[in-house]
């Protein structure tokens, strides 16, 4: 169970966070969420496709590492092999946390940076030091700081990106059936795509709108990144491949 709490230089002064990549850390996810203002990065080597909340039916966009559950098929003993990988996945084991202040009298909502104690990455032997010895921040927790606030506003952004997908009807359900070279088969469900035909279809208003405010090229992006599953296919069949006796 999580145990997240405000990170601050006296309680946490010793503390340190292992940077590398492994299924021990976490890293054996088949997924993880991104945004628009990181799908140029993305694109260049995961799938972008899109899961709906099954509880509130919102949207967002998933950058896709395999083909089920605990598969990672860029990760292996040596790391995690793209030269760049989704801010939702690099900012473990950090989020925002909203704190009450009071200001002049008002209560504000302050957003504060907060730390899981019990993620795997958190040490006191090995890794990356939050604090300086005289107790002020270290670039690697400034880091941490800048990467958590651009995470912050794009997963808004990317709320309101798959708002605008879904007012336009252009969302559409998919299924993609993935036959292994040793003849195993995958099927993946629940994601959802964009329905290319709608967005050719869509008038100039629309397409307008969505050029304003920048998501146009978001889907343009989306819909190439999806070439993408052949490199993912291609990483499994080699992994296959490795894994059968000679």
Wanted: net charge negative; glycine share 4%; charged share 20%.
């Amino acid at each position: 169970m999580a145990k997240h709490v405000i990170v601050n230089n006296e309680e946490h002064k010793d503390i340190k966070i292992i940077t590398k990549r492994s299924a021990e850390l976490g890293d054996n996810i088949w997924y993880a969420q991104t945004f628009p203002q990181e799908f140029r990065a993305v694109q260049a080597h995961y799938p972008i496709f899109f899961s709906k909340n099954p509880e509130t039916g919102q949207f967002l966009p998933v950058a896709l590492f395999g083909f089920k559950h605990q598969e990672n098929l860029f990760l292996d003993d040596q790391g995690w092999h793209a030269s760049y990988i989704p801010a939702a996945v690099m900012r473990q084991p950090f989020l925002i946390a909203q704190q009450t202040i009071t200001e002049n009298g008002e209560e504000k909502q302050q957003r504060m940076l907060s730390m899981d104690m019990d993620n795997p990455r958190v040490s006191t032997e090995e890794g990356e030091p939050l604090f300086l010895p005289y107790g002020g921040n270290s670039e690697f927790l400034d880091k941490v700081a800048n990467m958590l606030e651009a995470l912050h506003f794009g997963v808004s952004d990317g709320t309101q990106f798959c708002q605008a997908l879904t007012d336009m009807e252009l969302l559409e359900p998919f299924t993609l059936d993935v036959q292994l070279q040793t003849g195993e088969k995958h099927q993946m469900i629940g994601f959802y795509t964009i329905n290319e035909d709608k967005l050719a279809a869509l008038s100039n208003e629309q397409l307008e709108r969505l050029h304003k405010d920048n998501y146009l090229q978001a889907i343009y992006m989306a819909l190439a990144s999806q070439s993408n599953v052949r490199t993912l296919l291609n990483k499994k069949n080699a992994l296959e491949a490795a894994a059968q006796p000679a």
